[in-house]
């Protein structure tokens, strides 16, 4: 038969069928293969698809009867035989072994991951990364401003990577062979715990283990501990439990800032990690050990990010002016020197402002890329009436900028001791206003209060001492209030243990007696003179017998003044107080 398409193989399938859309008769093997492409061109119903009508046989010169063969190599298959490509589907994403190669030169290759094919990365949504750049061929969307490209969402949210290659630094928990690459390459989740201080990437980290994931056919559930109710993490549960049951779905629930739950909505989870239906990845800035109930804990791996490097910082920074369009001068460059067109408004960043922002936001991408925004956004706005073209950003609109936004406060450098100084110089001053203006200074900077507190008690001694022995006490209780509660709510705490120690009378009597002791030790000839054989301890009798011990007027036991030497002879008659 002329029109069959197929080889018979055997007596039983060598039977002819009817096509039920094209009528045509074929061998029954070869049915399903040719329902498939038929469908393509003729949907049941008979009403094709815009685009199926522009490649009509009639358009492409083709006969009906041939067309579905020729379709065979590159047709997409109907869905009821062939499962659908969705854009999360595994084939789409790179895969974690894919994404396995984070060489330094990974920041390099952001435009990679910029091709359009999730939905989840926040370059990809809205496109307004690609409407400024030729990654798109063909119809060229209008070209996006720099102010137009900074509108909108933070720079920090628009430039989260989505991929482990964009990811940068902590590589001790993410470098070749660490646990967790191991786990993620197997597609293994465990239920984690992401500890780290504040933008060091702990929530970047569980989007892309989650992006991995989803493309592995899991849910991703996300709650925010601030605002979350039990209920909701309960409902959160039993929709995971009905996906478990009848989709044979995994869940993923991150939890941000996981220690802000209450032991109650921690509990509510413990059944459900233990026995999978959920896996669980909570982010949190406190150390897990005080602030996640030991039963969970146990259950979950801690996972420590650390502040990130400057190096890893330089290359965020560096992404992300890439991206902006702004173009980066070294020391030896001039605006305008790369040649491009002198008409066009033209952004630069000098290196060394780059590399001063990189230092200044202590290891906080999100402090750094906002830094970025603030500068460039004052640049535009000062720029608008200058006549000269091009902009450049120094240092100092990158300081500017982040003392705009209240950060600028350089926690390992010179800031950090210039305002402990004038925060201990304006409490021995007695002046309240000055030392409450520096203490904070240095907490809305991001000082870690416990080291202001340890300052205070130090403070309490060395410039109070004797003359309010309660300022001490004060000092150190703060401190311990401090280590309870943290930031934000222990500021109040610092405050009112400065505006005590500010008010308190002062007294160097105690720390100038102890410099001359030390002092003393210090310029001593020769070596130091024996402890003298009353003042020992004898407990022994071998001790008693060389004498410790002998001589000893035992204080208690006389009602009159005791007359005793407690120096060595040599040192008899000096003073220190
Ligand atoms: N390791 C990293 N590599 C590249 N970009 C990063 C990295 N870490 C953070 N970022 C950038 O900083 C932004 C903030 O990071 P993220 O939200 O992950 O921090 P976080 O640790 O969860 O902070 P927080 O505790 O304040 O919520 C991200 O949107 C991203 O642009």
């Not at 509108?151 to 993410?174: E, F, H, I, T, W």
Request: net charge neutral; proline share 6%; hydrophobic share 35%.
């Amino acid at each position: 038969m002329d029109d069959a398409i197929g080889t018979p193989t055997d007596d039983s399938t060598d039977k002819l069928v009817h096509c039920p859309v094209c009528d045509l008769e074929l061998l029954a093997t070869a049915i399903n293969s040719h329902l498939d492409n038929c469908l393509q061109v003729k949907p049941i119903g008979g009403v094709a698809g815009k685009k199926r009508r522009l490649s009509s046989p009639e358009d492409s010169g083709m006969s009906e009867s041939t067309q579905p063969l020729k379709r065979l190599s590159n047709a997409p298959n109907f869905p009821l035989f062939h499962k659908p490509k969705s854009s999360d589907g595994p084939s789409e994403e790179p895969s974690f072994a894919a994404q396995s190669s984070r060489t330094p030169d990974s920041k390099n290759k952001h435009a990679e991951s910029h091709m359009p094919s999730n939905s989840d990365c926040p370059q990809k949504q809205g496109n307004w990364l690609l409407q400024s750049t030729s990654l798109i061929q063909g119809d060229q969307p209008k070209e996006k401003s720099l102010a137009e490209k900074l509108d909108g969402k933070p720079l920090a949210d628009k430039m989260r990577p989505c991929s482990l290659q964009d990811y940068m630094g902590q590589n001790k928990v993410l470098g070749e062979n660490t646990m967790l690459r191991t786990l993620l390459q197997s597609n293994e989740i465990p239920s984690i715990i992401l500890w780290g201080p504040p933008g060091c990437g702990k929530t970047t980290l569980a989007h892309i283990i989650a992006k991995n994931a989803k493309n592995n056919n899991n849910r991703f559930v996300t709650l925010s501990a601030t605002s979350a109710s039990t209920n909701d993490v309960r409902e959160v549960i039993k929709q995971a439990q009905n996906e478990q049951r009848f989709c044979k779905r995994k869940t993923i629930l991150f939890v941000d800032e996981i220690h802000r739950f209450n032991k109650t909505q921690q509990d509510t989870f413990l059944p459900h990690v233990e026995c999978g239906t959920i896996t669980l990845i909570g982010a949190t800035t406190e150390n897990p050990s005080f602030q996640i109930n030991n039963a969970l804990l146990s259950r979950c791996r801690v996972i420590v990010l650390e502040k990130l490097s400057v190096e890893a910082m330089e290359a965020i920074l560096m992404r992300a002016v890439e991206s902006l369009g702004i173009r980066v001068l070294s020391e030896d460059q001039q605006p305008g020197c790369s040649g491009s067109n002198v008409s066009e408004t033209a952004m630069y960043v000098e290196q060394k402002a780059l590399t001063t922002l990189a230092h200044l936001c202590d290891g906080d991408a999100r402090t750094g890329l906002n830094g970025l925004q603030l500068s460039v956004q004052a640049r535009l706005a000062a720029g608008k009436d200058a006549s000269n073209h091009d902009m450049v950003i120094k240092e100092e609109h990158i300081k500017e900028g982040l003392q705009r936004s209240h950060i600028l406060y350089d926690r390992a450098g010179e800031e950090h001791y210039n305002c402990i100084s004038a925060l201990h110089k304006s409490m021995r001053g007695s002046d309240q206003d000055a030392s409450l203006y520096w203490l904070g200074r240095m907490l809305e900077g991001g000082e870690d209060p416990l080291y202001v507190a340890r300052r205070l008690v130090r403070f309490a001694s060395e410039d109070i001492g004797l003359a309010d022995p309660l300022a001490l006490p004060q000092a150190v209780s703060a401190y311990q209030a401090c280590h309870f509660i943290g930031m934000p709510e222990c500021d109040v705490i610092l405050a009112q243990c400065v505006m005590y120690l500010t008010r308190a009378p002062k007294s160097i009597a105690v720390y100038s007696a102890y410099g001359k002791v030390k002092a003393c030790l210090k310029n001593h000839k020769g070596p130091l003179p024996p402890v003298p054989l009353h003042l020992r301890n004898a407990p022994t009798k071998l001790m008693k017998g060389l004498g410790y011990g002998k001589g000893y007027k035992y204080n208690p036991k006389y009602s009159e003044p005791v007359v005793q030497d407690y120096l060595p002879p040599e040192m008899k008659g000096i003073k220190f107080v």
